[in-house]
């Protein structure tokens, strides 16, 4: 009779563990799918604000901002975006003047040979014209691949285009996640360094 009551104790206590740790996992699992939805929000307001900071601004424009934005042109998006791949990617980067570049903003040489870039500072999500664009500079060149940045997203039909081309498609979120990681990186270089090497 004792092994009986026992028995029933120990499985009592075990329904009892498992019923709170069951709680605890759903409780984690809230709490982490609160904070990729909320990380979310924040790389999407932050691709927004990299949208406002390099939209090209009508001359007839008589906005002000505050000074405590940075404004910048979609000229310097290229460069921005250039340096953020160089920085992922390494290789030799070089931005193409801006106009008459057949729709290539950045080249990026590296050890696997050449890939090619066309960023879009749009609001709108890109089409399949850019994709196509960079596509028949990778033919024409001879490139081993390429990009398609944009601060918005793309069409399904930019998405359908692009599958197969050896062309990245990266959206203003995607692009945030990039600028954040390379920003870690140069962080954890500088963390480093030893004062007196500098």
């Not at 019923?19 to 927004?48: C, G, P, V, W, Y």
């Not at 609001?123 to 990778?138: G, Q, R, W």
């Not at 996640?177 to 004062?195: F, G, H, I, R, V």
Request: include cysteine; aromatic fraction near 10%; hydrophobic fraction near 40%.
């Amino acid at each position: 009779m004792i092994i009986v009551i026992v028995a029933i104790l120990i499985t009592l206590i075990a329904v009892v563990n498992w019923i709170r740790l069951k709680s605890k996992h759903n409780d984690f699992t809230e709490l982490l799918l609160d904070q990729i939805e909320h990380d979310l929000e924040l790389r999407k307001t932050l691709a927004m604000g990299l949208y406002m900071r390099f939209k090209k601004e009508e001359p007839t424009s008589t906005t002000t901002y505050s000074e405590n934005f940075l404004k910048e042109d979609p000229i310097s998006f290229e460069h921005f975006v250039a340096d953020i791949i160089e920085a992922k990617y390494g290789g030799d980067m070089f931005v193409s003047k801006a106009s008459g570049d057949y729709g290539v903003d950045f080249e990026n040489r590296r050890e696997d040979g050449l890939y090619l870039g066309q960023v879009k500072c749009t609001e709108k999500d890109v089409s399949f014209e850019a994709i196509a664009l960079v596509h028949s500079n990778i033919e024409k060149w001879g490139a081993v691949g390429g990009y398609v940045i944009t601060t918005s997203g793309f069409t399904k039909k930019a998405v359908m285009y692009a599958d197969g081309l050896g062309i990245e498609l990266i959206n203003g979120v995607e692009l945030v996640t990039l600028w954040l990681e390379t920003m870690e990186s140069d962080t954890a270089y500088l963390k480093q360094l030893n004062p007196s090497d500098v």
